[in-house]
């Protein structure tokens, strides 16, 4: 069993998600895709997105006519800000879902978000501000 997750503010969920999602979905042959709607991003912690509820019913209408796709929530019943390795850990011990058949797409953008906040974590650490 073959199963991707694809997470993500989806604030909101627009036909790129869409395409990215049905592409992969059919080259790597899965036979779920279930998106994961974040309930606090941690490149978004400023609140500026719309509430978890509001972006999972905009998700629900969107895939409504997509029997490849599937929606959990598990990160908006988790609460609090939400980390990609905390969900997939969660997948495997909630479900009979083994760790080799899980995988987690992941985006351009966020790769390059991750790498600035590692950027900008060491740059703190080794140029702290001068007190005055």
């Known amino acids: 069993m073959k199963i991707g997750v694809f997470g993500g503010t989806f604030d909101p969920p627009h036909i790129g998600h869409l395409l990215i999602a049905q592409t992969v979905f059919e080259s790597e042959h899965f036979e779920r895709l279930i998106f994961v709607p974040a309930n606090i991003s941690p490149a978004k912690k400023n609140g500026d997105s719309s509430s978890p509820k509001t972006r999972l019913k905009m998700l629900e209408i969107s895939l409504i006519n997509n029997t490849n796709f599937e929606i959990s929530d598990i990160e908006i019943k988790r609460e609090g800000i939400s980390y990609t390795v905390d969900t997939l850990e969660e997948f495997v011990n909630s479900s009979n879902i083994d760790k080799k058949d899980l995988f987690f797409l992941i985006l351009v953008i966020l790769i390059i978000i991750i790498i600035m906040m590692i950027i900008s974590y ?3 650490e ?6 005055q």
């Open 122 to 124: 060491f740059r703190q």
């Open 126 to 131: 080794s140029c702290p501000l001068q007190q």
